[in-house]
């Protein structure tokens, strides 16, 4: 087993500014932050950590600047109260920027006070570019001044300007340096530091169980990519997506509209699958969709061609999809039919294979004391790892693999999701791309199964149209 305290005096001495103590990001009194934030005023806290008196009191200042400049959503007058009397206010929030080019208007949102029209100093959009893009959680010093007015008495400016900002979320990453580092790691150790990233705790899970865990970040590494995941109740499913990527959007049962997924044809604004990293279905089988058949229609489109279109808008989009589903088990192994997890309008071979692959959460144990299955030890920063997850997306794994194996009883479909699942967990394991033949082929043996897992489905779902069979490979 791997020593852990050896582990993280690893982690400190190469990765220096870009680790955090997990234990402190569970820790009530900053959780109400999402976690890439509070990791990022965490990372701060590092150079004191030899200082225990020094470092309480740095973490109380953390803490009070919380409780007084984030706020509940029931204080929003309160504040906007006290910002017309006072002339300014502090606050953190996720502030974004939209540009208004017709009025030639730069439009600041601040969602906790409802303000979708702040003004915003150009100095800060040019230090901050990702305000124009993804949006930027920090904390801003906003100024209240009466409105102009133009000759017809339409207001020209907003009341409120943004005259100041720090950025709660690390803005540039050197992800050739993260890369050449991780030659200091072996593949065991390094997958302990990914499981300690995800805030769950390595020496709970078996050398399978590892690999399952970590292929849930195939979606967040890859683009394009499908994944299903079936499992009981309380195995980090959400927790996982909500607490490692501020590129993901977790949608939670309910009804789904083509404006919410796609583009909204009324505001002219792009929908989810044009601005996140990963889409995650959570409880699938509560999923409702505002019209089933366009939908589905065009999220089947979307899955084999990265393309979609809605009214006057065609676009494309390398986000990743997952669908997660919650199924009853008798130890490790599943006791419901896979096909009625998912709604009606989802029980369709069609649309089952277009999923590149089927992760067992059902074989993950439950998560249970906080202190013996959430991690207690040293991981990346979420804010900072979030990042290197991102620029991952952007590098090319699939031809390494291409040269390396020969795919057999395989369709396009087969082949394309064996490729895209392979891809993704050499990256997270290997972003150096520095692996042993042994190690490509225990992943590649991996991705396999989850392919398989899809092509037997589907045999017993439509055996007239799916032959049975047994993916195999053959290496170069």
């Known amino acids: 087993m791997i020593n852990q305290d050896e582990l993280n005096a690893k982690l400190k001495h190469h990765y220096s500014g870009t680790i955090v103590n997990k234990k402190l990001s569970q820790r009530q009194d900053i959780a109400r932050l999402p976690r890439f934030v509070s990791e990022f005023m965490l990372t701060k806290l590092s150079e004191f950590e030899d200082n225990p008196e020094l470092f309480n009191e740095k973490y109380k200042e953390i803490i009070d600047m919380i409780h007084k400049h984030y706020p509940e959503a029931k204080d929003k007058d309160k504040i906007l109260n006290k910002l017309m009397e006072e002339k300014y206010y502090t606050i953190i929030d996720e502030f974004k920027v939209e540009i208004d080019i017709k009025r030639e208007l730069k439009k600041a949102q601040i969602p906790s006070l409802n303000i979708r029209d702040a003004m915003i100093l150009d100095s ?4 901050n570019e990702n305000l124009l893009s993804t949006g930027i959680w920090g904390i801003a010093k906003l100024n209240h001044a009466q409105p102009k007015l133009d000759e017809n008495e339409n207001k020209i400016t907003a009341p409120v300007l943004i005259e100041a900002f720090s950025p709660f979320q690390v803005a540039n990453v050197n992800f050739k340096e993260f890369a050449q580092k991780r030659e200091n790691f072996t593949t065991e150790e390094w997958m302990n530091v990914l499981i300690n990233t995800a805030g769950l705790n390595p020496d709970v899970f078996d050398e399978k169980q590892k690999l399952i865990m970590i292929s849930r970040f195939i979606s967040l590494v890859e683009g394009n990519v499908n994944l299903m995941e079936f499992g009981p109740r309380a195995t980090g499913k959400t927790f996982f997506f909500r607490n490692i990527s501020f590129y993901t959007r977790i949608i939670s049962g309910g009804q789904v509209s083509p404006a919410v997924l796609f583009y909204n044809i009324g505001t002219r604004t792009m929908g989810e699958i044009g601005m996140k990293d990963a889409i995650v279905f959570d409880e699938v089988a509560k999923i409702r969709f ?56 989802m029980r369709d071979s069609a649309f089952i294979d277009r999923i590149n692959g089927l992760i067992p959460g059902w074989q993950l144990p439950k998560i249970r004391k906080p202190e013996a299955h959430l991690s207690q030890n040293y991981g990346f920063s979420v804010d900072y790892f979030s990042e290197i997850l991102h620029e991952l997306r952007k590098m090319d794994f699939q031809s390494e693999i291409t040269k390396r194996i020969d795919l057999e009883n395989v369709t396009i479909r087969d082949y394309k999701s064996i490729m895209k699942t392979t891809s993704g967990m050499l990256k997270i394991l290997f972003p150096n791309r520095k692996f042993s033949q042994e190690e490509f082929t225990r992943v590649l043996t991996f991705c396999i199964d989850y392919r398989q897992s899809i092509a037997d489905w589907l045999q017993k779902l439509a055996p007239g149209e799916f032959e049975k069979k047994k993916i195999e490979f053959k290496l170069k």
Do not use: W
Request: charge should be negative; charged fraction near 25%; glycine fraction near 6%.
């Open 124 to 127: 800060i959009i040019n230090q």
């Open 290 to 345: 505002a019209n089933s058949d366009e939908m589905m229609g065009k999220l089947k489109d979307y899955m084999e061609s990265a393309h979609f279109e809605r009214g006057p808008k065609k676009s494309t989009s390398t986000c990743s999809l997952n669908l997660v589903g919650n199924i009853d088990v008798k130890g490790f192994i599943p006791i419901e039919d896979f096909t009625y997890v998912l709604p009606d309008f």
